[in-house]
């Protein structure tokens, strides 16, 4: 469990605002929060055990970073029109918090805490001990997320706030803006500095 209380204590470091951004964007689009949180903690939890046992080595910056921050606004803009049948937005925004979940844990520089340590250092030699605790460390991490998607089934109104168009226009705004930072590099120099500012 000390994977999972090193992942709530993260949630105050500056270094975690480039995940908390694009997730509060992801939370604002409204349809499905709870399954969107979900779609989000797997997500990353999967890149992070990917970059961690060093399956995924591609660096976050160069053509291919920015080519899926590209990528990232064009299916922005295809949540934006909101056209089509509920069940295809859905899957529509099910695609755009996927994507854009991967794309930040990919850019992401963690602050390493000794649990993260031991995580990152045992995936090198032997990842699937470090799975669970991987995934434990984001649930933590994202602990806000979880119970703000479970105040929408609480509170019937907060859910009909979060469902107005311009909530989830503000939303998919977000997710575009991030897309825009990384397609023109500036989205790594942000992760970079954050994780300097945070162990000064």
Known sequence: MGALVEGIESITLVCSIVLFLPALG???????????????????????????????TEPA????????????????????QDGSTYNVRVAIDIALVAMTSALVTWTWVPCVGSELGNIINGAR??????????????????????????????????????????????GIALIALVGALVAVTLYDDVAAELARRSSL
């Open 125 to 170: 030699t032997d990842p699937w001990p470090q799975v669970l605790p991987t995934l434990l460390f984001m649930t933590g991490l994202f602990l806000p997320m979880i119970a703000i998607a479970a105040a929408t089934n609480a509170w019937p109104k907060l859910a009909d706030i979060i469902d107005r168009w311009y909530v989830r226009r503000a």
């Open 61 to 80: 910056t160069g053509a291919r970073h920015s080519l899926t921050g590209l990528l990232l606004v064009g299916l922005a803009w295809a949540a934006w």
């Open 26 to 56: 992801a939370l604002l689009l409204g349809r499905r929060p709870g399954l969107l949180t979900a779609t989000w903690i797997m997500t990353g939890w999967l890149m992070a055990i990917a970059r961690f046992a060093l399956v995924w």
